[in-house]
């Protein structure tokens, strides 16, 4: 058996760059505030070098053991060490090239960090190396474990370190209630997890992903083998079960992340809309947030209290958010369709730069002097009023107490909507709203012929179906949901300023559809969870929020190129003709949706 | 206000009569006129409606006077046949057609534009706020921009005739050659000691090229780098994917930069040999160096081979006709460059007289003039764009990018590495890139880890706007962009009273890409490679 | 026996080039009409100006005595043109059945706001048009495919759906635009006796291209012969067979030769594509 010492060196060497990468980006010393583990030296920065070592001793060792143990222990050992130099090599060129200069963060702290803050760099550096390759070793031989202590140990160490990660914003949620607090007080030490925390953390999710693996299937077919009424109970309480979670949520968790969630949502409403366009119709509108934009300004401009706002006009007494709301839903619809008309003709790409055209004239003419008398300019429009549901009070007052509790989670006592979690409330009926008649519209004729459009513009004409009505409803019904978020937006923020409308919002935009499944409306919903939901956790390390965004979305298209929770058409499209079976004659596929 | 009324009345009248004119038919259902004559007509009707209003304004504004009401009509029509007669053509155009309400609002969208464009110019025109030096300035403000541009969507474009698809980090891949190549040139400009004068400063030359050098490797490694890991996979994947992945790629690599250089804004040392003007004496000393040398450059190949043959006999002498052509060559020069020089100089002060009394002077006097940065930015970039256009044209690899970009499994069949060559057009695309970064910084005299975005943007668009996957296509929409980008805001906006008219540069630029993707929806020179993929 | 189609002078230009030149073709109403010509010799493109398309030059098109001037391919579709492809352009990401139902477009009304609110309405005609795909399914002979991905299909049902999806918008004329392409000569047997029950059944007019003279002389009773954008013969098959001009079409000036005119019959050309 011959050794592949290419690809030993390979991996070490990607060990080694991947290591200066993350220690010159300056993720090592910024991360490093934070600690994993209470009182000891394994703190976030230091477990991006864990992380780094620990995964390619694991990849080194599985390119290369083929089946042999002694083969990837080796393999992962080589490749540990030649990233442990690569290291050492860069610890000691800081100093006398004078690194400085150009890289901001080549600095003594890092040096520091490296080294383990021990008095002599020859220690550091050898417990540094010992440090690297150590853990690429381990990395090689979880890897050569048999699958369950595999699972076990993967998901046990992943478990700490996410939950050492959240720990400041665990700890403040646990903290809101008597009972989780005794919870959060044992696992978690003034910075980072405490021992005995990290402990039970570590075996509570080895034990629970074991199970799982070994009694998943068991449990699928007990639910399946369930008889049908029996079934329509267990999913009826499954939906309750959600909805009450749903309306306890913003309660539980405390207004910070509540005020995600709203932006969660509010993302999730324009994705909804994108979603028309994009996965539906197959229009790609790089230009989104006009709509969103519109929408907000409209609700400005139509309730603010300030010179911009209508207060000091005759229909000021009739004019409300609840007023706003549908003819800012309705104004940007119109401006979807007025939009729509002249990019009717183009194609692809080309739909893109001109869609992402009009979204920037939005931005500049609302930003520029020439409108400023009518939108406020640069300094936008301020002073709009948190909405008010009228006779709050008096509504209240005629329920029942434990009604008149639920009742203050949507409204504050002075008939206000005015905390995160109040909008949260608007937000998540408006989602469920929006993905009702999403939902009805893609299984209509309508969404069968956008679907049709998408895969064959000329064909769907020639089948009858008419192109510019089809287009500009999707361009409508897109636009007119991004309205109803830029609404809730303008009455949540209580101010609009055009910097709140760049290009970055559409980008996002277009970025939580197709990485949530382009054409699925729970892949929405997922994806805005993850792309403005987990970089707002995270928010500390501002600078690197976006790093990771970008890694994050290559490494999901790369790996899962479908979406986390895909439509059935996009699974289909992104099968190439080879990988699919022909189906036997007599057999059917499961029909779609 | 008077604005709003104007356009309305454009508007209202061209719609009307041009309904009106296509309803004249023959028994057949075809219309009785052409779509020329019936321009004439709605623009004639535009200017006599706006005289007769120019005039009766007049009139209800002082007393009966027949010399105001006439004059008042005189310009009011002149005017008036101006916008008119642009707007009645297209409006002919369009509407002696088949004519839905997409027509008709693309229509209305036409007519306000033009009504902007030519009304705008009039009026700025009219009031003299700038001189033509000044104007002459935006212009080179905005072809040395354009150049710019021009080079950063040319890396857009060759990877998109290849692939397919937009490389959202192009822009980043600029700003990686800037931002790195500014740590050279800062050290490059700061002196060894104190009293010696840096590397910059001595030998500008080779410090320049060190710059560039360093830009368009850096810009290329990151190229390549990208290509490799984030796009290379998904070469087979719906276009959708590698956008996102594309656009992924940018974030990453400007938060990258950000991470490894810093967040401020650095400034790039100012090249000594390329501070101040080049008037217009220079200039045309340079002009007539270009010429007289591509002139004698040509005629010289003749003497060269006449020579040659004359000594072929005589081995030992070689070296001789090479010799003799180049000292010919020299000479000639020597004596027609001063020449030519002056020659143009007289052609160009009679041309544009700075005053009625200033005699044909001196080229120091002639006010007219470039600033030498925004010359070198021009001349280097033209001279990259023929040098790609030739490489792509002319070369085995040029060719083999072609062939690619034809249709890659046939090119393959042919022995083409298709790999390799795509990692070579995003080399080269990064390349200029990388230059282009230099010369941003040299012109801007500014990097930060931001600065790819927005030019990365309006040279996507530059890219789009000359027909994206068309190697001139990109270079004309970059100048064009950078032009119209720089005289715009002053040329169409400033004389329709709009305040701040500097603001609305960006919104120019992007109007006049969806103006042009409305008429041409696939660019000045394109043909349309998003409807041949699929 | 009356025309459900006459072109009449209709002429396509691109740029210089004349794709189809002042071409005259009546259609009888309930007949198989072919067009025969050599590659490029503008019949596609002759289908392209009859569906709306490309717009005409010159010329009119005019179908159940009324012209067709200046409308939209999809608003022709609903006036009973229905048509197939060359090369075959399915939805292919969606199932036979979806195919199918996107071709009942012309005769569905329900808004998109019915079905946003569920109307019993629009629940009624949607449950009727699926109803109608099956039927349509079974008549095309691809009873239990309907749940298939289109281009999981194979090839020869691939063709049918196609047929099926244009048959679906019930025309009252179809144009079938090369069938036989790619076909072994079982399946082309199978085909023609399909394209015949279509007529006879449904009484759909058939317009059809074709390269197998095999086939286009056993199933059609006009032909029009187009060469560079002309007409240059009209008739029977036995009329077409004996012109002399349309053999030089096909085989070249001087080619006489009545072993030539065999092999031609014989062996249909490869159609492009």
Not at chain 1, 487 to 512: E, R
Not at chain 2, 257 to 278: C, H, I, K, N, W
Request: aromatic fraction near 10%; glycine fraction near 10%.
């Amino acid at each position: 058996m011959t050794i592949n010492w290419k690809q030993i060196g390979q991996y070490g060497f990607i060990m080694g760059i991947a290591i200066w990468y993350v220690c010159l980006v300056g993720m090592v010393e910024t991360f490093d505030s934070r600690g994993i583990i209470d009182g000891t030296l394994f703190t976030l920065g230091r477990a991006l070098l864990v992380v780094i070592s620990l995964g390619l001793g694991y990849v080194t060792a599985m390119k290369v053991s083929d089946g042999n143990f002694g083969m990837g222990v080796m393999g992962s050992l080589i490749s540990g060490v030649i990233g442990a130099v690569m290291t050492v090599v860069l610890v000691l060129a800081i100093e006398p090239l004078n690194m400085r200069a150009m890289f901001v963060n080549a600095s003594t702290s890092l040096i520091e960090i490296l080294t383990f803050e021990m008095e002599s760099q020859a220690t550091g550096l050898t417990i540094l190396a010992a440090f690297i390759v150590g853990f690429s070793v381990l990395g090689g031989i979880i890897y050569l474990l048999p699958s369950l202590p595999r699972r076990a140990i993967i998901s046990g160490f992943s478990a700490v370190l996410v939950m050492g990660m959240l720990g400041e914003l665990l700890t403040v949620v646990l903290g809101r209630f008597d009972l989780t607090e005794i919870l959060s007080d044992f696992l978690y030490g003034r910075n980072g997890l405490s021992i005995p925390g990290a402990i039970s953390i570590f075996i509570f999710f080895a034990v629970v992903s074991v199970l799982w693996a070994t009694q998943k299937d068991s449990l699928q077919s007990g639910v399946e083998n369930l008889p049908p009424t029996q079934r329509r109970t267990l999913s009826w309480a499954l939906i309750v079960l959600s909805i009450i979670v749903l309306i306890l949520l913003p309660q539980a968790v405390g207004p910070y992340i509540s005020q995600i969630l709203v932006l969660v949502g509010l993302y999730a409403l324009m994705g909804l809309g994108l979603n028309i366009e994009i996965g539906l119709a197959g229009l790609l509108d790089l230009g989104f947030v006009g709509f969103f934009a519109i929408g907000a300004y409209t609700v400005a401009l139509m309730t603010s209290t300030g010179e911009l706002g209508v207060s000091g006009t005759a229909i000021a007494d009739y004019s409300n958010f609840w007023v706003a709301i549908p003819i800012a839903v309705a104004v940007s619809a119109f401006a979807g369709i007025f939009l729509g008309i002249p990019v009717l003709r183009m194609r692809g790409d080309y739909l893109a730069i001109v869609t992402l055209g009009f979204a920037e004239i939005i931005r500049i003419l609302v930003l520029s002097d020439f409108l400023r008398p009518l939108l406020g300019g640069a300094q936008g429009v301020l002073n709009i009023p948190k909405p008010a549901v009228a006779y709050a009070q008096q509504i209240a007052n005629q329920l029942p107490w434990y009604f008149q509790t639920v009742f203050f989670f949507f409204v504050s006592t002075d008939g206000r909507i005015k905390d995160p979690a109040h909008f949260y409330y608007i937000i998540v009926i408006g989602c469920a709203l929006i993905s009702f008649v999403a939902w009805r519209l893609q299984n209509a004729r309508i969404g069968r012929n956008w679907m049709a459009l998408r895969e064959d513009e000329d064909v769907a004409e020639a089948m009858g179906i008419n192109l510019i009505a089809s287009k500009l409803l999707a361009f409508g019904i897109g636009a007119a949901f991004a309205g109803l978020s830029g609404a809730i937006f303008a009455a949540q923020v209580g101010s609009v300023f055009p910097h709140s409308f760049g290009l970055i919002v559409s980008i996002n935009v277009v970025s939580l559809v197709i990485i949530g499944g382009s054409g699925s409306i729970p892949g929405v919903i997922v994806g805005s969870l993850v792309l403005v939901g987990l970089p707002e956790l995270l928010r500390e390390f501002a600078e690197y929020r976006l790093l990771i965004y970008g890694a994050l979305l290559v490494v999901m298209m790369l790996v899962r190129p479908e979406g986390l929770w895909p439509s059935e058409t996009t699974r289909r499209e992104m099968q190439s003709d080879e990988d699919i079976e022909p189906v036997p004659v007599g057999q059917t596929a499961p029909r779609s949706v | 206000m008077q604005l709003a009324t104007n356009l309305i009345l454009y508007i209202f009248l061209s719609i009307g009569v041009g309904y009106i004119l296509r309803s004249i038919k023959d028994e057949e259902g075809i219309p009785k006129l052409k779509w020329y004559i019936g321009g004439i007509i709605i623009g004639l009707v535009c200017g006599i409606a706006n005289g007769i209003l120019v005039s009766t304004g007049s009139l209800f504004g002082a007393g009966f006077n027949l010399d105001t009401v006439l004059g008042g009509f005189i310009g009011g029509l002149g005017t008036g046949l101006f916008i008119g007669l642009p707007i009645g053509l297209i409006t002919a155009y369009d509407m002696f057609k088949r004519f839905t309400f997409v027509d008709g609002w693309l229509l209305f969208f036409k007519i306000i534009i033009i009504f902007i464009v030519i009304g705008g110019t009039i009026s700025s025109l009219a009031v003299p706020k700038y001189n033509s030096q000044q104007w002459f300035d935006f212009f080179i403000f905005g072809l040395a921009q354009g150049g710019i541009y021009a080079l950063i969507a040319l890396g857009y474009t060759l990877v998109y005739g290849i692939l397919f698809m937009i490389n959202f980090a192009h822009g980043e891949i600029f700003m990686s050659g800037a931002f790195t190549a500014f740590f050279v040139a800062q050290s490059l400009a700061t002196p060894p000691e104190e009293g010696v004068p840096s590397m910059l400063e001595a030998n500008p030359i080779s410090a320049l090229m060190m710059i560039f050098l360093v830009a368009m490797l850096t810009s290329t490694i990151v190229a390549v780098t990208v290509e490799r890991v984030a796009y290379k996979p998904l070469r087979n994947a719906p276009r959708l994917v590698p956008l996102i992945t594309a656009i992924g790629a940018s974030f990453f690599l400007q938060y990258t930069f950000r991470g490894f250089y810093g967040s401020g804004v650095e400034a790039y040392p100012q090249v000594p040999a390329l501070t101040g003007d080049l008037v217009i004496g220079d200039l045309m000393l340079f002009f007539a160096l270009v010429i007289v040398f591509g002139i004698g450059g040509w005629a010289s190949i003749f003497l060269y081979k006449y020579l040659k043959k004359m000594f072929i006999d005589t081995p030992n002498l070689g070296w001789l006709p090479f010799m003799l052509t180049s000292l010919s060559l020299l000479v000639v020069a020597y004596f027609i460059v001063p020449v030519v020089s002056a020659g143009l100089v007289s052609v160009v002060n009679n041309a544009f007289p700075v005053g009625a009394d200033q005699e044909v002077a001196t080229a120091a006097e002639v006010a007219v003039s470039i600033s030498k940065i925004q010359f070198v930015v021009i001349v280097s970039s033209i001279a990259l764009m023929v040098g790609l256009y030739y490489f792509v044209q002319k070369t085995k690899i040029g060719k083999a990018m072609r062939a690619v970009a034809e249709d890659k499994e046939v090119a393959a069949l042919m022995g083409i590495n298709v790999d390799q060559v795509i990692s070579i057009t995003f080399a080269l695309g990064a390349a200029l890139a990388g230059a282009a970064g230099v010369l941003y910084g040299l012109m801007f005299r500014q990097v930060n880890f931001f600065m790819g975005f927005f030019p990365g943007l309006k040279a996507f668009t530059a890219a789009v706007l000359g027909g994206i996957g068309n190697v001139p296509g990109a270079m004309i929409g970059g100048l064009f962009l950078g032009i119209f980008e720089s005289l715009g805001p002053s040329l169409f906006l400033e004389g329709l009273g709009i305040a701040a008219p500097y603001q609305l540069k960006d919104a120019i630029a992007f109007t006049m890409l969806v103006l042009v993707l409305i008429f041409r929806p696939t660019g000045i020179m394109g043909v349309d490679l998003s409807k041949k993929k699929a | 026996m009356s025309s459900i189609l006459s072109a009449q002078g209709v002429t396509k230009r691109f740029g210089g080039l004349v794709a189809v030149d002042h071409v005259d073709v009546e259609i009888e109403e309930k007949s198989i009409h072919a067009i025969i010509g050599p590659n490029g010799a503008g019949k596609t493109t002759f289908f392209n100006c009859l569906t709306g398309f490309y717009p005409i030059n010159e010329g009119k098109v005019i179908f159940m005595g009324e012209p067709l001037i200046d409308i939209p391919p999809d608003q022709i579709t609903r006036r009973g043109i229905s048509r197939t492809y060359q090369n075959i352009r399915l939805f292919a990401n969606m199932t036979a059945i979806e195919n199918i139902l996107v071709g009942q477009e012309p005769h569905l009304k329900s808004s998109w706001i019915g079905a946003v609110l569920g109307l019993p309405n629009t629940r009624k005609e949607e449950e009727a048009a699926h109803e109608e795909a099956l039927r349509i399914i079974r008549f095309v002979g691809m009873q239990g495919r309907g749940d298939v991905i289109a281009k999981n299909l194979s090839y020869g049902d691939q063709r049918r759906l196609e047929i099926a999806r244009a048959l679906a918008s019930k025309p009252k004329l179809l144009l079938l635009d090369e069938p036989t392409a790619g076909m072994n000569p079982n399946e082309t047997v199978g085909l023609t006796n399909f394209i015949r029950r279509i007529r006879d059944e449904l009484g759909v007019t058939i317009l059809l291209i074709e390269h197998d003279m095999r086939m286009v002389m056993g199933i059609s009773e006009q032909i029009t012969v187009l060469d560079y954008g002309q007409k240059i013969a009209e008739g029977t098959p036995a009329i077409i067979q004996s012109n002399p001009k349309v053999i030089e079409a096909y085989l070249g000036r001087g080619a006489t030769d009545p072993v030539a005119e065999d092999t031609e019959t014989e062996q249909p050309e490869i159609p492009a594509t």
